[in-house]
């Protein structure tokens, strides 16, 4: 095809137009004026930002406060293990164990609910528990026997409860 | 609107001006890539829309953006497989849809140019489509279809001569 044919090829084709957008088409589209969208996004940005950092400490608020506590139950527990008024103790005493039986026991489960101050509800399933040791001795008759109470606390994702 | 606005917008005239003068050719390219008249007015809206918002300024966007935006869109499609099918049941239903201006007099010709342009290959097709229809340059359809502009040109030129083959009984 030499250049003229190709040129009035594409003029012949040119002529034919394309087909005119449907009425509710272009409605459509004119309703979705840019302006519009952009001027609503720019509403929304702060928004979102919020959100975002929002549903951030929504779910790391309660995770600190169950480590904090999950911390001192373990701080304190360990700080009973470790008293050295025991130790002495029981060394002291020479025992020789015949039986040692470990148990816990709950004592109670209840749910929390708490509100952050966004006023979104968090909750917590808080289950008590007694944790129980029984050492006993059967030549000398000694039976020791330790009770500690434990708490466990659980964050909860409020929607699937 | 404030005119000293940064992210200053045409007024609703110039988008509709800006409309009535390029939807045609979008829908156009459009119809060719879904096949089914209900996506291919979503692709155009959406395409048209987001490539609105890339864009910092008050001046339109590109249309070589436009028209990129909407092939990468029914890619997109096409690949979602219940889309696929739901597109092809509603191709059935809808019928094919004229894809050029049915004027009274013309229309038996522009039927054929559609019949020849749907058995046109597709590489060849949308390149012919940007160049006639959609008024592009090459650079401008190297960049919409992400290929080189010396690509756009030769598939051009074989596009034309396989079209002007298909379309012998239209213009003698």
Partial sequence: MSEQEQERFEAELRRTQPAPVPRKFMDRLQAADPSIHAAQRGRRQPATEWTHWWRLARWLAPALAAVAVAFLIGHANSGSKSNPADKPLVAAAGLKANDVQVDHELVSSFDVVATLPGGEPVRFRCRKWKDQLLVTDKSSGVEIEQNSPRIEVMPVRFETY | MNSGSRHELPAESDWEQWLARY????????????????????????????????????APPPLALVYATIRRRAIDLARRDDRRANREVAAHLDGPECWFDAGADER?????????????????RQVVTLKVWGGLTFSEIAEALDIPANTAASRYRNGLIELRALTKEVFT
Avoid at chain 2, 37 to 43: G, I, N, S, V, Y
Avoid at chain 2, 108 to 122: D, G, H, S, Y
């Fill in chain 2, 23 to 58: 939807a045609p050719a979008l829908l156009l390219f459009a119809r060719q890539q879904t096949g089914c008249e209900a996506d291919a007015q979503d692709l155009v809206q959406e395409a048209i829309v987001e490539s609105w918002r890339r864009q910092s300024q008050a």
């Fill in chain 2, 108 to 124: 038996e010709r522009n039927v054929l140019i559609q019949k020849a342009m749907t058995n046109l290959p597709e590489i060849y």
